[in-house]
C-alpha cells in the first residue's frame, strides 16, 4: 500500500506533461469515480484551471454499446483502447478489487503504456498496480467511506 501523497505526485506530472485521467468503477465506485472527475475538471474548492480526467463510467450509449457487442467485461478496456496514450493515468476504484471489467481495463492500461492507479478495500487488486491505496476495511461501506476521503485528499492537493 501506498500513500495517496505518492498518487498526487504521479498525478501532477501527468498534467504538467499534457495527459489525462481516465477513471473508472462500478456501483459505488462508478458515482464515486464521476464524483471525483467531476471535482478535477469543475472545481473542488476554488476556482482553477481544470484538469484532463475522463470518467469512463459516465457514457451509457458507449457503455451499452460496448456491453451488448464485446460484453459487459469489456466496457472500461474498450474505453482505454480508444481514449488512452501513453503516459495517461486510468484511476481503478474498486472495493473488491475483483471486478471483471476494471480488471480488463486494468490489463489495457498497461499494454497502451498507461500508469496504473488502483484504489480498492484491504484486499487489493487482482492485478498489479503501478501506485495501489487500499482501505484498512473489508466491508463495502467502510471501504467506500474511505475512498471519498482519499479522493477528496487528492482534490485538496491540486486546488
Avoid at 116 to 133: K, M, Q, T
Wanted: hydrophobic share 45%.
Amino acid at each position: 500500500m501506498i500513500a495517496a501523497e505518492a498518487v498526487v505526485k504521479t498525478m501532477r506530472a501527468c498534467f504538467e506533461h499534457g495527459g489525462k485521467l481516465l477513471v473508472c468503477g462500478n456501483g459505488g465506485s462508478a458515482a464515486q469515480a464521476q464524483h471525483f472527475v467531476a471535482e478535477l475538471v469543475g472545481r473542488y474548492r476554488t476556482d482553477r484551471e481544470p484538469y484532463a480526467a475522463i470518467s469512463l463510467c459516465a457514457d451509457t450509449a458507449v457503455i451499452t454499446a460496448i456491453a451488448n457487442d464485446f460484453g459487459y467485461a469489456h466496457i472500461f478496456a474498450r474505453q482505454v483502447q480508444a481514449l488512452g496514450q501513453p503516459g495517461d493515468i486510468l484511476v481503478a476504484i474498486s472495493t473488491s478489487g475483483m471486478s471483471s471489467n476494471v480488471l480488463k481495463a486494468i490489463d489495457a492500461a498497461r499494454l497502451k503504456g498507461l500508469i496504473v492507479i488502483g484504489i480498492s478495500g484491504a484486499e487489493g487488486f487482482g492485478r498489479p498496480c503501478d501506485l495501489e491505496v487500499r482501505a484498512p476495511h473489508t466491508f463495502t461501506a467502510p471501504i467506500q467511506e474511505w475512498h471519498l476521503q482519499v479522493l477528496h485528499h487528492i482534490c485538496e492537493a491540486f486546488e
